[in-house]
């Protein structure tokens, strides 16, 4: 079984950063393509960013400059780094495999809120 534990978010002025983590319980963890996802109120979940197992990463638009996914294979975890924020940002923000097919549940997540 997958477990996933977000965390690093909380409340922050527009034009802010943020740094999230999420620490995977993978035995082979080197091998998964993994993502970030996050959901606003009233609004579904939408994919933000995936980085594969070469390294490789691919964004959604509304992030693409302003954040970046990154990877500790020997720490298992995967960052998201949060740059100049907007509040249109806010939302809970989840890790996950890429894979669809490969995917266990999904965690609590971490919220992350900016406002002035």
């Known amino acids: 079984q997958v477990q996933l534990v977000e965390s690093g978010g909380g409340l922050v002025q527009p034009g802010g950063s943020l740094r999230l983590s999420c620490a995977a319980s993978?035995?082979?963890?080197?091998?998964?393509?993994m993502g970030w996802y996050r959901q606003a109120p009233g609004k579904q979940r939408e994919w933000v960013a995936t980085?594969?197992?070469?390294?490789?990463?691919n964004y959604a638009d509304s992030v693409k400059g302003r954040f970046s996914i990154s990877r500790d294979n020997a720490e298992k975890t995967v960052y998201l780094q949060m740059n100049r924020l907007k509040p249109e940002d806010t939302a809970v923000y989840y890790c996950?495999?890429?894979?669809?097919?490969?995917?266990?549940?999904w965690g609590q997540g971490t919220q992350v809120t900016v406002s002035s």
């Open positions: 980085i594969f197992s070469t390294g490789s990463t």
């Open positions: 993978l035995s082979i963890f080197t091998s998964y393509a």
């Open positions: 996950n495999v890429a894979n669809r097919n490969s995917r266990g549940s």
